[in-house]
């Protein structure tokens, strides 16, 4: 009998299925933060071409360009304007002619290419006070343009919010592209995938600690499910080393986290050191915990229990292990991931259609939001950085993809395409 409840547990959870340094030289003329016009979404922002310096820098230019245009249109925070308007004379910026445009913001850039090494100057303006934001010197490898022109974005980004950014982010997945279910990765806008495990088995729920120097996830290499744990620099591996199973991981910190076990019989969640020992059980209550997430502070858990007899969500205060419930809205709800601001709780439902779509609710349990509807099975929900974006897990084309919104469910895209299905998606956050 209790050999058939874990094995219901872990077919309720899985069955939904370096770059080189580069050196930056500020000189910040003034911290400023842009407020966008009233009634607009997004930051109006006039990008000119970028300028080459030297002979032979063209094709770098021209290919940064590209870079730093498809980045800043990822996020949805900028509507990047095509200028009819002359902005550079001889006397300097015209900003008359930006503000005849609507631009809030204008960004000009220089690029030098010798030997293999590129040199990108960037000068950021406010357009309505006509002043300089900020000015930068960015210097990289040829054959990392990438990481110089999603460095200058991060630095856009945060310098215009406040916040950080999604640049430089890593999102991990599932995918059976091989024919077996292995853990992948790529960048924030789905380039650059490489997959990181090679099990041939079924490896599920991976989870990269705030770091980034560890992956956590679950493998039934053995015939029962394992979490592992992999220093991604060394290549070492730990596990929980525990009978029964171990499943579904969440790091707490870059020391700690979180996992279900079963050895004590009943499946509870518990607090891992990174060497899979033990350093505290979390959970003592009759029913199946999982799926944990953890405020930003670490001193909440969020989690999925059945203990009222369906899976609902619930949020434990560490310190006094006191928990209550967040979610009422349906029968059915998992697969939480807690914002990184710490207000809010994405999550998957099942509707009384048998639709599955994602929701989010105020960690005070108020506030519900439906972000997806009538487009299939969409589930797994994972923040990322900056708490603007959320990926996920769709079959409205057919197959299991993963797919990005924003906060509020809008702008739904493809994340990529690749071979087989992909399932699961961790947004790490930790940035490069």
């Known amino acids: ?4 409840r874990h094995i219901i547990a872990a077919i309720f959870v899985f069955c939904c299925f370096f770059v080189t340094p580069m050196h930056l030289v500020a000189a910040p003329e003034e911290e400023y933060i ?6 607009s979404d997004s930051i109006a922002l006039a990008l000119n071409q970028l300028d080459v310096k030297g002979v032979g820098s063209g094709k770098v230019a021209n290919s940064l360009d590209v870079i730093i245009r498809d980045a800043l249109d990822f996020p949805g925070l900028f509507t990047i304007l095509s200028s009819q308007v002359t902005v550079e004379e001889k006397s300097g910026i015209n900003f008359s002619a930006l503000g005849s445009i609507q631009a809030e913001v204008y960004a000009r850039g220089a690029v030098a290419s010798t030997a293999g090494n590129v040199t990108l100057d960037m000068k950021v303006y406010s357009v ?14 040829e054959n990392k343009l990438r990481t110089i022109g999603h460095a200058f974005c991060a630095d856009l980004v945060e310098h215009l919010t406040g916040s950080r950014s999604v640049f430089g982010s890593k999102i991990v997945f599932v995918s059976n592209s091989t024919g077996f279910k292995e853990i992948y990765q790529c960048d924030f806008d789905g380039k650059n995938v490489e997959q990181l495990t090679n099990s041939r088995s079924i490896s599920l729920t991976p989870a990269l600690s705030p770091d980034g120097k ?11 499910p394992v979490l592992y744990i992999r220093n991604l620099l060394n290549g070492k591996t730990a596990s929980s080393g525990k009978s029964g199973i171990s499943i579904d991981p969440a790091w707490r910190n870059g020391r700690e986290l979180a996992t279900t076990l079963s050895f004590e019989g009943d499946q509870e969640i518990y607090l891992l050191k990174i060497d899979g020992s033990i350093y505290r059980r979390l959970t003592k209550s009759r029913g199946i915990d999982l799926s944990p997430t953890f405020s930003p502070d670490g001193n909440k858990m969020a989690y ?6 369906q899976p609902q969500i619930f949020i434990q205060e560490l310190l006094s292990d006191e928990a209550r419930r ?5 029968d059915y709800n998992t697969q939480p991931s807690w914002s990184p601001a710490g207000d809010k709780i994405a999550y998957t439902t099942c509707e009384n259609s048998g639709e599955f779509n ?6 005070d349990g108020t506030g519900l939001r439906q972000l997806t509807a009538q487009s299939g099975q969409n589930e797994s929900p994972s923040w990322s950085p900056d708490g603007e974006m959320v990926v996920f897990t769709s079959n409205r084309d057919g197959k299991k993809r993963l797919y990005t919104m924003s906060s509020t469910g809008k702008s739904q895209r493809a994340l990529f395409r690749m071979n087989g299905e992909q399932a699961q998606p961790f947004w790490s956050l930790f940035r490069k």
Do not use: P, W
């Not at 309505?128 to 490898?141: D, I, P």
């Open 1 to 4: 009998m209790q050999l058939t």
């Open 34 to 39: 842009i407020i966008s016009k009233t009634g």
């Open 128 to 141: 309505g006070t006509a002043k300089l934001l900020f000015s930068k010197t960015y210097v990289g490898k």
């Open 214 to 224: 560890y992956l956590a996830y679950t493998d039934y290499s053995t015939g029962r």
């Open 304 to 309: 999925v229990s059945e203990r009222n007899g």
């Open 326 to 330: 967040v979610t009422f809205n349906g």
């Open 358 to 363: 994602i929701f989010t609710v105020g960690a």
